[in-house]
């Protein structure tokens, strides 16, 4: 980590603040829960933000180019902390919860946008994958805490409300962090580049279109994990689950402190194979979850699973576009994460609703991991290795 730009230091921290509020929203469809809501209703609520963190996520591809990125960073803050500030207003479930869900959305989308972008921009590519893996331990790790934090708040008797004050000074504090970074400066891409062209048509590109099925396939395990595996642990164990965050982080940040800058000698398309086979296995053990082992063997699997992929795919889908494109291949990977964590979480809650268990949406989850490898196979089969990285990196100027 030494090779990296002062910026770095200044933005995990802002990114670990910032998560760590974010991550106490996972306790939200129990907030939901105790005010009456169906676990349909949960799935809409706790995903209707996605719809527009996708929406903004498309923009702010384009928006990005020619602007200070570190005064757009400010922006999707203070949406942040206005968002988390209004579910103290929340009472009961009316129009008030969409609307606060949606300037979340918007707020998340920028934050996490311009922080992973800015990262791709002072990291060589060909490091980008531990300097993301690296930098994501920090919102990971809030992953595991604030569940826990939160739980463990809930059980001396304290309410939700707590649990959102504390979220929006967090990220307050995250806001002011960015007043004291470094300003960065982009230089003028490449003479002849189509920058005016929107995101979305880097779509047409085949290899990076199948990529992005499977990042959506990755979202949409994860989106199902954080919104239907706490309400399931809680109702068919004697178990917390914030046993389930902390040992999947601790295995998280365990890989990316070590394995993950070995990966450049890897097979890319080989080690993704791998690592979805992982992750359809540990959705399908969830089947059998009777036994405090049981519950770490998940943990274990799940945190090989995400601390792989995240850096890996968001890696992958940024290299295989030209320089001047890095920073909507990067938004369009948030889109697509996202997108797939809210199409899995809204129509496997009336699955979960219609079948009267949480297994259904799991095994679904494990056969669309599988598919995922299909889709690499393709990949594979068609396009060769993932390995290869598009031109040389941007120039930047740092303040």
Known sequence: MRRYNPIFYYLALANFLFFLGNSLYFLFPVFLKNLGASESYIGVM??????????????IGSLMHGRDRVRLLRIGYLILV??????????????????????????FSVAMILGTSIIFEIVPIEDAAEAIGLYGITGALSNALSPFIGEMLLSYGYSHYLIFALSAGLVTVSLGITFIMPDIRMQAGPAGTALSRGTLHLLTAPRFFLMTLVVIIFGGGFGVIVTYLPNFIRTTTPFKFSYFFLIYIGILILIRLTFIRKIAGINRNTLLMAVCAVGATMHLLLNAMNSLI???????MYGITHGILYP???????????PHNRGKANALFTASFTGGMMLFALSLGFLIDYCGTHLAAFNVCAGMFVTAIILIAIITSRHGRLDTIA????????D
């Open 46 to 59: 706790n995903n209707i933000d996605k719809i527009f963190t996708i929406v903004s996520a498309v923009g």
């Open 82 to 107: 206005a968002a988390y500030a209004s579910y103290l207003l929340i009472s009961s479930l009316t129009w008030l919860v969409p609307v606060i869900r949606i300037i979340h959305g918007i707020g």
């Open 294 to 300: 049981m519950l770490a063997i998940v943990s274990v």
């Open 391 to 398: 031109d040389a990196p941007i120039t930047i100027e740092i």
């Open 312 to 322: 890996l795919l968001n890696t992958i889908m940024v290299s295989l576009v030209r």
